[in-house]
C-alpha cells in the first residue's frame, strides 16, 4: 500500500501569516492527490484535487502544487475560519489512503 | 442538491456486527462509487472500501477484508456498510462518501457520519 506521510503533524500562525503543509507518497502517484480541511464534529470538506485544481466554491487564498511523491498545500493568508485539521489523500489503482493529518492552530 | 444521509448512532458489544446506511439524493445513485470512510476518536481518517452501485462490485482495504461487507438497494438509492467481529478499536465515526463532479480519485460529497461505540 502506498503511504502518506505529512508535516508538520501540528502547526501554530497567526491570521494572516502564509503557511505551506507537505505531503510525501512512498511511491509515486503522478497528480492523483487531494487535500482536505475537516474541523471539529464535521465531515472532511474537498479543497484541492488533481495536486492543484481548486474545489469549486473554495477561496482562492488556497493552492496545491506537486506531482510524483511530494506535495505542497499553501494557504496564502490565513483567515480565522482556516484553523483545523488538513488531510492529503491519494489514489492509485482504485486504492486510497489519507495522510496523517496537519492540526492548524491558532498563535 | 447531492446530499449523502447516514443511519443513526449505534453501540454494539464486542464481537458483534454493525450495518450502516447511507441514503443518496440529487444525483444518479447508480452512476458513481460509494466510499466508506472511518475516524477513531481523535485520529486521522482511514478507507474502507468501495462499492460500485451499478454492478455491486466492491473493493476493499486489505486491512478489513474478510470483516467488511458493503451491499447497496438501487430502488432506494441506499448505501450499506456492514463490519462484523467488532472490536473496541472499531469505535469511531463511520462516513459514506462519493464523488459526482471531481472524477474517481477524490471525495466531493461526504455523509454527516454514524458513531459506532463498541464496548461491553
Known amino acids: 500500500d502506498i503511504q502518506l506521510t505529512q508535516s508538520p503533524s501540528f502547526l501554530s500562525a497567526s491570521v494572516g501569516d502564509r503557511v505551506t503543509i507537505t505531503c510525501r507518497a512512498s511511491q509515486g502517484i503522478r497528480s492523483y492527490l487531494a487535500w482536505y480541511q475537516q474541523k471539529p464534529g464535521k465531515a472532511p470538506k474537498l479543497l484541492i484535487y488533481?495536486?492543484?485544481t481548486l474545489q469549486s466554491g473554495v477561496p482562492s487564498r488556497f493552492s496545491g502544487s506537486g506531482s510524483g511523491t511530494e506535495f505542497t498545500l499553501t494557504i496564502s493568508s490565513l483567515q480565522p475560519e482556516d484553523f483545523a485539521t488538513y488531510y492529503c489523500?491519494?489514489?492509485?489503482?482504485?486504492?486510497?489512503?489519507f495522510g496523517q493529518g496537519t492540526k492548524l492552530e491558532i498563535k | 442538491q447531492v446530499q449523502l444521509v447516514q443511519s443513526g448512532a449505534e453501540v454494539k458489544k464486542p464481537g458483534a456486527s454493525v450495518k450502516v446506511s447511507c441514503k443518496a439524493s440529487?444525483?444518479?445513485?447508480?452512476?458513481?462509487?460509494m466510499h466508506w470512510v472511518r475516524q477513531a476518536p481523535g485520529q486521522g481518517l482511514e478507507w474502507l472500501g468501495w462499492i460500485n452501485p451499478d454492478s455491486g462490485g466492491t473493493n476493499y482495504a486489505q486491512k478489513f477484508q474478510g470483516r467488511v461487507t458493503m451491499t447497496r438497494d438501487t430502488s432506494i438509492s441506499t448505501a450499506y456498510l456492514e463490519l462484523s467481529r467488532l472490536r473496541s478499536d472499531d469505535t469511531a465515526v463511520y462516513y459514506c462518501a462519493t464523488s459526482t463532479t471531481v472524477g474517481p480519485t477524490c471525495f466531493d460529497y461526504w455523509g454527516q457520519g454514524t458513531l459506532v461505540t463498541v464496548s461491553s
Open positions: 488533481a495536486a492543484s
Open positions: 489523500q491519494q489514489f492509485n489503482s482504485y486504492l486510497y489512503t
Open positions: 440529487g444525483y444518479t445513485f447508480s452512476g458513481y462509487y
